[in-house]
């Protein structure tokens, strides 16, 4: 047996308490680090300059993304400082759509272990897994079980991409600090044929757990993570529609949990679609809304309009009727049979729009019948949003509102040239992933980026401030007000969302409106405003270095 110096090493192999190149000189002494370091001590500005250099040096987006998780693997203070400063140039790249090719290589490019791999032939061990987690105390847990990767499906344990990059956005923009986050990701197995013939796929080699098993499987990780973890924030993401609603519907109310896909991009796109009312001056109770996918994204979406319709007077049988939901089949209609009940309360009756086949109506058939006004999509349909389609709509409204929201961009329902092009300029446009501007007429035209990233790293800030028990609609409907008041109204180009450049001042708003909605419903602590704001800002994690303690 040869010992090893765990002290001095065990300080530079934790990224949460690695300094690396900026220990000083006296801590090098203090903490026996002397030698195991290159002699120069860098400033954490100089360190950031390195790290960034080394960034540049990638050839590609997937090198990039790679590079940016071994330092984050290395070095989380000066991972989150680079990602801070660079937000915008690096959102892509930690997040959709780079994260997306990150997810389909996770086996290759496999490092170091993060967060937890809780698999099914491990479902006797759920407790004593939760018991091995990196850090003892943690705020947020991001959950997937990999079955709705993006719009790009099943990625088996490759989806713990997924938990990863949306916890460090809960650090860099939420402030959440990065030791009391836990990604997590659920090995039920995979349908995907390709990983299970991959041999260097190293997820559970087997068709997914489904029906009864699966219920059960995820009932026993919700009672684990109750007993290991009481009052932690679990967010549910990328799970198929067959799981999600059911999931979100059987444990909202039992732990503090909420679905990101259905409920922080109701969220956004709730806060996108209120300033599109603004800048084109049609209210919301007179928009005609069409959504294109009904899954869990589309549909939650849906109902985030619905409530705010009947909120600004209407009567939900009306807000219903002003949203029109076609999905692969066409348009979802009451006699159809394969819709589900979430579905069927956004169904229409078959002669509200006909058909010109003996099918339900397509896109184009309802865009032609019902002239929207917005123009929604959420169906993974590269490039259904046509020029036909698109001309149609430009023909009945001054400024349509289109939103091609699915991920990752090779998924997006059309490209904002496109959009700004077929309508003479006119779209007020939102999209999923991130879009450069678009040249118009001689102008530069900002695309806003419609994601529930404005939403989540928020919402985990607010209810780890406050102490929140539960996430509620009230705290989602306060979330998507305050995204819309961090949109300029004054802008020279109005756009639909806050700058991306202001997504962690957007976060804090967030956080604020979302425990004051959660302390007004009693489902938090009685505090005031101010004393709100003070926990929050108290909350937010720094990216500096913190003084350490020489090991015993
Ligand atoms: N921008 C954002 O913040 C978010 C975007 N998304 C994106 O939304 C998309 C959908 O997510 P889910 O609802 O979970 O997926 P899903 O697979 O459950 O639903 C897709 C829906 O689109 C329909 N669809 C598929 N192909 C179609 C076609 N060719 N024409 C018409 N309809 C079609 C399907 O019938 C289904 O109703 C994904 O790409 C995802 O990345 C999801 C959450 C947040
Ligand atoms: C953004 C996101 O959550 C999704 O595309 O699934
Ligand atoms: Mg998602």
Not at 331 to 339: A, P, V
Not at 443 to 459: D, H, K, L, S
Request: hydrophobic share 40%.
């Amino acid at each position: 047996m040869n010992p090893r110096n765990t002290s001095a090493l065990g300080l530079l192999e934790d990224p949460i308490s690695n300094h690396s190149t900026a220990f000083s000189d006296l801590d090098r002494s203090r903490l026996g680090l002397r030698g195991l370091l290159p002699y120069a001590v860098e400033s954490p500005e100089q360190q950031a300059r390195r790290a960034y250099a080394a960034y540049g040096d990638q050839p590609s987006d997937l090198a990039r993304h790679i590079n940016l998780r071994a330092l984050q693997d290395n070095n989380e203070t000066l991972f989150y400082r680079l990602l801070r400063d660079h937000v915008e140039e690096m959102l892509p790249i930690v997040y959709t759509p780079t994260v997306a090719e990150a997810c389909q290589h996770f086996s290759r490019i496999y490092r170091r272990p993060r967060g937890l791999f809780v698999a099914y032939p491990d479902r006797e061990h759920l407790r004593e897994i939760l018991r091995n987690r990196p850090h003892r105390d943690v705020d947020v847990i991001v959950v997937t079980d990999g079955q709705r990767i993006l719009g790009i499906g099943d990625q088996g344990i490759g989806g713990m991409g997924i938990p990863i990059g949306k916890l460090s956005l809960y650090t860099a923009l939420g402030g959440i600090d990065p030791a009391r986050t836990l990604p997590i990701v659920l090995d039920v197995g995979t349908d995907n044929p390709q990983l299970l013939a991959d041999p260097v796929y190293l997820g559970w080699r087997h068709p997914r757990i489904d029906g009864e098993d699966y219920d059960a499987f995820i009932e026993q990780f919700v009672a684990a993570v109750e007993a290991e973890l009481p009052g932690t924030l679990l967010q549910w993401e990328d799970f198929a529609t067959p799981h999600a609603l059911p999931i979100l519907e059987r444990y909202r109310d039992r732990l503090l949990t909420f679905n990101d896909d259905i409920q922080g991009t109701a969220a956004v796109a709730m806060a996108a679609l209120t300033a599109g009312c603004r800048i084109s001056g049609t209210p919301l109770t007179e928009q005609r809304v069409v959504m294109l996918g009904a899954g869990s994204a589309g549909i939650g979406v849906c109902e985030q309009i619905v409530r705010a319709m009947t909120a600004a007077g209407l009567s939900e049988q009306a807000a219903r009727g002003n949203i029109y939901v076609v999905d692969i089949h066409g348009l979802l209609t009451t006699d159809r049979t394969d819709l589900d009940p979430a579905q069927r309360l956004l169904a229409h009756d078959p002669g509200d729009v006909p058909a010109t086949t003996d099918k339900p109506p397509a896109l184009a058939d309802v865009v032609a019948a019902v002239h929207p006004t917005a123009l929604l999509g959420l169906s993974t349909a590269t490039g259904a949003f046509t020029e036909q389609i698109v001309r149609a709509m430009a023909g009945h409204c001054p400024r349509p509102i289109i939103m091609p929201l699915s991920n990752p961009t090779s998924r997006s329902e059309a490209a904002p040239q496109n959009l700004l092009d077929w309508t003479d300029g006119r779209a007020l446009i939102a999209t999923g992933s991130p879009f450069p501007p678009v040249q118009y007429a001689g102008r530069e035209v900002p695309i806003a980026q419609c994601n529930n990233v404005y939403v989540f790293p928020g919402i985990g800030l607010g209810v780890t401030a406050v102490h929140a028990t539960r996430v509620s609609d009230a705290m989602m409907t306060a979330a998507a007000e305050a995204v819309a008041g961090c949109v300029d109204a004054h802008a020279a180009v109005p756009a639909l969302l806050p700058e991306r450049t202001r997504l962690q001042e957007t976060a804090t708003a967030v956080a604020r409106a979302a425990a004051r909605a959660a302390v007004a419903d009693a489902l938090a602590p009685k505090l005031d405003d101010e004393q709100i704001d003070q926990a929050v800002d108290a909350t937010s994690w720094k990216a500096v270095y913190q003084d350490l303690e020489p090991h015993s």
